[in-house]
């Protein structure tokens, strides 16, 4: 009998210690308090949000490969991957001429990383290679960037520069300079472009006032975006810089998660390039509706500025809804809605285009026809994890201009006088991912558009047929 109550006192005690740091919502039980400091960061649900981590996912620990030689090295991080895609593409939007295309993307990285040893000085270097072969049309930067460096920056990393927060988790100060391959927000304005065979590149600083697991943290960028050559070493964009400062709160991150950022992009004049500065004050939340299986995530962005001697003022953001159903397949179903102001008179003295930044192509479409600018697309899809080695999801997505006197930038198609409508299409997407092994994954996927009013009268297909597979292959 005493025991028992003996351990019912000290339950209690652990409770009581648990509700006297800062009242957080993120102990919920006894065993949480027991397990010791546990993380704030909480994983969108939303479709394709969840951000590329530091680490890149293909790379480990060099002391958890199994080797004798590196049993000890904990402060080193390897990685080697490759990826192979097949794609059948017939009658691509984006080509001024209609065909078959069949085109073989190979991509192949090598990552090492240095850390802990030498602190606060920490080191990393990734190296790509994307090439295409077998295609029908010329080679561009989306897919041929051979031999290339994507990372490599030295780093000063103060690990209790800040002490630690209510969870015990240390709050770093680290900054960095060199060559970044990363991700923030939702990806949707900076993204490194996964999907695509080429990689979205920057030069410059990057410094960061916490981590991921605290109950705040900072981002801050100033860097140039890098010009992809196919042959050539990769160099900064003329007189461009991309400066933000990203704010992320977790303290309620069961409920929600709010990430305020500043984005801006400066573009000085050369050659017949205007000068602009674009503002990009935003906000981004998202989280769960209790145990009600509800998630949503919604991002809403201003900008403001000038574009050569046009006044700028754009609008853009997204919100998804989506459910979670208690079943075996574990369905997720989702609505979507995006929006990017588009230019309403190429007359007058106002640009309302929104400007996107470097974010992803995909999900706006599986076609990768469609960027965050000039549109306004409502989507549904459905997810499924029928188990841990196989995931699948549909979707079916519509698409307007946001201004049918602005261009549709993908397909490089524009109607000034407005004459051509705006519906660009409807398109169909499906997506098998299948974990074959821990180190190998097959992708096959399809999605199929059929053109709208404005498409079709701009002399493009009525509709167009894309199919792949892809493979992928870890080394450790």
């Not at 003996?6 to 957080?24: E, H, N």
């Not at 490969?65 to 192979?84: I, K, S």
């Not at 919100?319 to 990017?340: D, I």
């Not at 029928?386 to 698409?399: E, H, Q, V």
Request: charged share 25%; glycine share 8%.
């Amino acid at each position: 009998m005493n025991l028992h109550l003996f351990s019912l006192l000290t339950m209690l005690q652990k409770t009581a210690l648990a509700v006297s740091l800062g009242g957080s919502v993120f102990i919920t039980s006894m065993m949480a308090a027991d397990a010791g400091p546990t993380s704030y960061y909480r994983a969108p649900k939303s479709y394709s949000t969840t951000r590329d981590p530091d680490l890149p996912k293909y790379a480990t620990q060099a002391s958890k490969l199994g080797w004798d030689v590196l049993q000890n090295a904990a402060w080193l991080d390897l990685g080697l991957d490759y990826r192979f895609r097949y794609e059948y593409r017939d009658d691509d939007l984006r080509r001024a001429e209609a065909g078959l295309d069949e085109p073989l993307l190979h991509r192949t990285r090598a990552y090492l990383g240095i850390h802990d040893v030498l602190d606060p000085f920490r080191f990393a270097v990734e190296m790509q290679d994307s090439r295409r072969y077998n295609g029908n049309y010329p080679r561009d930067n989306r897919d041929v960037n051979e031999f290339e460096i994507i990372r490599l920056y030295a780093e000063l990393y103060f690990e209790d520069a800040l002490g630690t927060d209510a969870l015990g988790n240390s709050r770093p100060v680290s900054l960095r300079y060199g060559i970044h391959n990363f991700e923030f927000l939702d990806r949707r304005l900076i993204g490194n472009n996964q999907w695509r065979n080429t990689a979205n590149t920057f030069q410059g600083f990057q410094g960061r006032v916490g981590q991921e697991s605290n109950d705040w943290q900072l981002d801050l960028l100033a860097v140039q975006p890098l010009n992809r050559q196919k042959y050539d070493w990769d160099r900064p964009v003329e007189q461009q810089w991309m400066y933000a400062a990203i704010g992320h709160w977790r303290r309620w991150s069961d409920v929600i998660t709010l990430e305020p950022y500043y984005l801006a992009l400066n573009q000085s004049a050369h050659g017949k390039v205007e000068e602009r500065l674009v503002h990009s004050p935003g906000l981004r939340g998202y989280g769960v509706v209790g145990e009600t299986g509800f998630d949503y995530d919604f991002n809403l962005v201003y900008q403001f500025g000038y574009s050569g001697s046009k006044d700028l003022q754009a609008y853009g953001g997204s919100v998804e809804v989506g459910y979670s159903f208690k079943q075996p397949w574990q369905p997720r179903f989702s609505l979507f809605y995006g929006y990017a102001s588009g230019d309403q008179d190429p007359n007058d003295n106002e640009d309302n285009r929104f400007e996107r930044f470097f974010g992803f192509g995909r999900p706006w479409s599986a076609n990768d026809y469609i960027v965050y600018e000039n549109i306004s697309t409502p989507k549904l899809r459905l997810e499924l994890t029928p188990n841990k080695k196989l995931r699948m999801d549909l979707g079916y997505s519509f698409y307007w201009l946001a201004s049918d006197t602005d261009r549709f930038s993908a397909a490089n198609l524009r109607d000034r006088q407005g004459d051509s409508g705006s519906m660009i299409g409807h398109e169909f997407d499906g997506r098998i991912r299948w974990q074959v092994t821990p180190k190998v994954e097959a992708i096959l996927g399809y999605a199929h558009f059929t053109a709208g009013d404005f498409t079709r009268g701009q002399g493009r297909p009525q509709d167009t047929d894309f199919a792949y597979l892809e493979i992928s292959l870890k080394a450790f």
